[in-house]
């Protein structure tokens, strides 16, 4: 399965469906993306998605409220900031681990 992308979204209706006729035009390429572009993605793919493409919304954007977990596969973001890990907390007060 190949990824759409590792960084950034679907920015525009263009270019979701250039995606999209990438996806239709390898069918035997699967392919799959993140995305916090619901209200797009509900538009234009769901209700005929290519059968190769598959993807995950993502939490942390504007229309989060438009996402139920119990239907939607949905994804939460992480904030690598707030995780604790005891090499990278003594890092950041100035200790070196030996």
């Avoid at 993807?55 to 690598?80: E, H, K, M, P």
Wanted: charged content about 30%.
């Amino acid at each position: 399965m190949d990824p759409l992308h590792d960084a950034g979204d679907f920015f525009s209706d263009e270019y979701l469906n250039a995606w999209l006729r990438i996806c239709c035009n390898r069918p035997n390429v699967n392919f799959y993306a993140y995305t916090k572009e619901i209200r797009r993605f509900r538009r234009l793919v769901e209700p005929d998605p290519p059968p190769n493409f598959r993807w995950v919304y993502s939490y942390g954007g504007t229309d989060d409220r438009l996402l139920d977990a119990d239907i939607d596969r949905v994804a939460s973001t992480v904030d690598r900031l707030a995780i604790s890990n005891p090499l990278v907390d003594q890092f950041r007060r100035g200790r070196r681990s030996t």
